[in-house]
């Protein structure tokens, strides 16, 4: 194995134990009481949806918010209509991810993660609360630099070129690439930062960066169906209406992904600041659309998995 594909696994796991770190920060700023408040007073999916948006962007992960409300579905505290709310709201909170990704540190990216390491040596649940927050925001920030440093040498490889080549070629194989990837690494901000990591050499045209994101949101699904595996039949309901909503929002937008990279190409030049913005215009517009169709959805997945 070369040494380029060993320093892409390394800034993988730099990047997932990123996210790990930095949720844990979130996490920890607010208390479990609030959480379960929160999650308990979702009487509507307008309710629902913020606090959904709310809880993943503290997580940082819609496929951990997901996890734990299935939990909540599984053990009665929610009901399965109250859980397609928050799922809305989760794809939205999360894209705060991608858009954290595209700032530029430079070399601010290892004094982030020494000052937080400094902040967690301090005997303060505050202060580890903050030192937890900047070592994972400092390792994503790291690993993000690693995927662009890394982009030509990996672009090198026959198997790689032909895989992005044929992602060019056609947005329903580059959304095939973006599900199947985050269904192995299990987050699809990793995903998408891979992706920015060859947007950024124009490896891969923005129209195919933005199919792969597509595909990352369906594959984020698996997460959800292993969380549900044994659990109650409510609880299976909502990792069923998890897929059905992405795969749903995925075939919407896939006549319209030229549209909206010409679209975004208008909000910022940089390249990884538009699949950054394009994530966030999928994710939101799809919430709103759903939003009103939650009963609607709730009955057809009650009558189609009522076994």
Request: proline residues 2%; glycine residues 8%.
């Amino acid at each position: 194995m070369s040494k380029e594909i060993i320093w892409f696994g390394v800034f993988i796991a730099i990047f997932m134990y990123g996210l790990t770190v930095m949720r844990i920060g979130l996490d920890q700023l607010s208390s479990d009481n609030l959480k379960k408040q929160l999650l308990l007073v979702t009487r509507t999916p307008v309710q629902g949806l913020l606090i959904g948006a709310i809880l993943a962007a503290l997580l940082q992960s819609s496929s951990a918010l997901m996890v734990i409300t299935i939990g909540f579905v599984a053990a009665g505290l929610l009901s399965f209509k109250q859980s397609i709310g928050i799922m809305l709201g989760a794809n939205i909170g999360t894209t705060i991810t991608a858009e954290l990704m595209t700032i530029q540190v430079g070399e601010l990216a290892v004094p982030i993660v020494i000052l937080g390491v400094l902040f967690i040596l301090i005997p303060r649940k505050i202060c580890f609360s903050i030192g937890t927050t900047l070592l994972g925001l400092g390792c994503i920030f790291v690993a993000m630099r690693g995927f662009t440093s890394l982009a030509d040498s990996i672009y090198s490889y026959d198997f790689v070129k032909s895989i992005l080549l044929y992602s060019d070629q056609n947005n329903v194989i580059a959304i095939l690439v973006g599900t199947v990837l985050t269904a192995i690494i299990q987050s699809s901000s990793a995903v998408i930062g891979v992706a920015m990591g060859f947007l950024h050499h124009q490896h891969i045209t923005i129209d195919a960066s933005i199919a792969i994101m597509l595909g990352a949101n369906i594959g984020t699904c698996v997460t959800a169906l292993l969380a549900s595996i044994g659990a109650k039949k409510e609880a299976k309901w909502t990792a069923y209406a998890h897929v059905w909503l992405n795969v749903f929002g995925v075939l919407l937008f896939l006549p319209f992904i030229d549209l909206l990279s010409q679209f975004v190409a208008t909000l910022s030049p940089s390249l990884e600041k538009q699949l950054a913005h394009a994530s966030v215009i999928f994710n939101i517009a799809c919430s709103l659309i759903a939003l009103p169709l939650v009963n609607a959805l709730a009955s057809f997945i009650m009558k189609t998995y009522n076994k």
